[in-house]
């Protein structure tokens, strides 16, 4: 089958169409003919080579897939050849083929665009583990979400919102500010020119941020506790400003704040499983009603896949990217 490898790590251009063999499936895993990759800050970081694939999975990038099952293992019960399905990977959704264990697997509602359902996985199982299961985010309560206009943060806002919380954005521009807006946010921040804890502090009259999703890390740190309400909680989901975190923990004390850093790729299976769980119990039925939606950016085919790296790099996008093989 096709496959967009690494040969060599490096600069978007490394990537690079090849064939591989097919891959085996097992008892309870499922064939998927990808109708549509992911395209994900880890996957940059893997073409980079700083984060190689985990044991066990295909060498090539990929962390969520979408697309048809035309083959199941002998003990699957959750799904069958012919359904649309989208799936969260270890690796391997840059292919023409993935294969997944059937728990990290999710219906594809039929209002929902195949190849958009590519968009769900990872974003949402983010989303859903860090502002809901581990911080716990109630309605009510104010969201901080670095990063807008992303495909986590365009996932974090309507989620929130869902659940009946204050959303508040930071984004580099007033176009993405206008989509955030527009997908409910309250709070809108641009970092270039605003300094965004004294906006928090405006806009709650003094209360700051019950939770902040972070994907800048360690240049953040600081600030993210300036902007902090008491018993807040700040979960760190990546560090795009490549620097360490400085802060004083005395400030985070007095606030009697959580600092909290997290992945998705590197949790064990069962964690990952039971994320897939929660998503299709308590977050699903937003999806099937129409209530939540994926905001795509752009479809790039396999050939391409550079230029959708390139894209991502820059910061360009408004929601996710996907691969179309």
Excluded at 26 to 37: E, K
Excluded at 69 to 83: M, R, Y
Excluded at 91 to 119: F, K, Q, R, S
Excluded at 136 to 162: D, N, P, Y
């Amino acid at each position: 089958m096709r496959a967009i490898l690494v040969p060599v790590p490096g600069g978007p251009d490394a990537l690079t169409l090849s064939t591989v063999a097919d891959l085996e499936v097992g008892p309870r895993d499922i064939r998927i003919r990808v109708a549509a990759a992911g395209v994900n800050r880890a996957d940059v970081s893997q073409r980079q080579g700083y984060y190689p694939s985990p044991a066990g999975a295909p060498a090539w990038p990929g962390l969520e897939v979408s697309g048809i099952v035309t083959e199941v293992g002998i003990a699957t019960t959750l799904f069958a050849v012919g359904d649309r399905v989208c799936a969260l990977l270890a690796g391997g959704g840059y292919a023409a083929d993935a294969v997944v264990h059937e728990e990290l697997a999710l219906p594809v509602p039929e209002a929902i665009d195949l190849v958009d359902a590519a968009a769900l996985p990872e974003a949402l199982a983010t989303v859903w583990s860090n502002v809901f299961l581990a911080a716990g985010l109630q309605s009510g309560e104010t969201l901080l979400v670095h990063g807008g206009a992303s495909g986590i943060g365009t996932t974090a806002i309507q989620l929130a919102r869902l659940a009946g919380a204050r959303v508040a954005v930071t984004a580099g521009s007033r176009e993405k500010l206008a989509v955030c807006r527009d997908l409910g946010a309250d709070i809108l921040i641009d970092y270039r020119s605003q300094d965004f804890p004294a906006e928090i502090d405006r806009a709650t009259k003094g209360h700051g941020a019950d939770v902040i999703l972070d994907i800048m890390g360690g240049s953040y740190a600081a600030r993210n506790i300036a902007a902090l309400a008491l018993d807040g909680r700040i979960m760190v989901i990546g560090n795009q400003s490549g620097q360490d975190a400085v802060f004083n923990p005395m400030y985070l004390m007095q606030k009697r704040g959580r600092y909290w850093g997290t992945t998705l790729r590197a949790r064990p299976f069962a964690e990952k499983a039971a994320i897939i769980r929660a998503l299709r119990t308590d977050a699903w039925p937003w999806l099937e009603s129409g209530a939540f939606s994926p905001v795509i950016d752009s479809r790039y085919p396999f050939s391409e896949a550079a230029s959708a790296h390139r894209r991502m790099e820059a910061s360009a996008h408004v929601g996710k990217i996907v691969l179309v093989p």
